[in-house]
């Protein structure tokens, strides 16, 4: 198992339960932050939510740069010059 880290936690009287600061670490979360939490028949598995929606965005735009002929810098580059250039326009 790569990078597997095991802890346990009790449930409270309201749903809750307490992070440990060596999990709160590996999720990069503090006070006030989000998690997402993903059920998957048996399991739960807890992320920052933040990484969770970037990972989503991530696999939404899966194969989009291909399609709109984005291959290397320079063409993201042109892709940045052209639409601030409408934005000046507006």
Same mark, same amino acid.
């Given at each position: 198992?790569?990078?597997?880290?095991?802890?346990?936690?009790?449930?409270?009287?309201?749903? =809750?339960?307490?992070?440990?600061?060596?999990?709160?670490?590996?999720?990069?979360?503090?006070?006030? !932050?989000?998690?997402? +939490? /993903?059920?998957?028949n048996d399991r739960v598995i807890m992320m920052n939510s933040a990484i969770y929606a970037m990972k989503?965005? =991530?696999?939404?735009?899966?194969?989009?740069?291909?399609?709109?002929?984005?291959?290397?810098?320079? !063409?993201?580059?042109? +892709? /940045?010059?052209?639409?601030?250039?409408?934005?000046?326009?507006?």
């Open positions: 198992m790569e990078n597997v880290f095991v802890d346990n936690a009790t449930v409270m009287a309201k749903g =809750q339960i307490p992070l440990s600061k060596d999990i709160r670490e590996r999720l990069g979360v503090g006070v006030g !932050d989000r998690v997402t +939490l /993903v059920c998957q989503l965005l =991530q696999d939404g735009m899966d194969g989009e740069f291909e399609k709109a002929g984005i291959r290397n810098d320079d !063409d993201v580059m042109n +892709l /940045v010059a052209e639409v601030r250039s409408e934005i000046e326009v507006l």
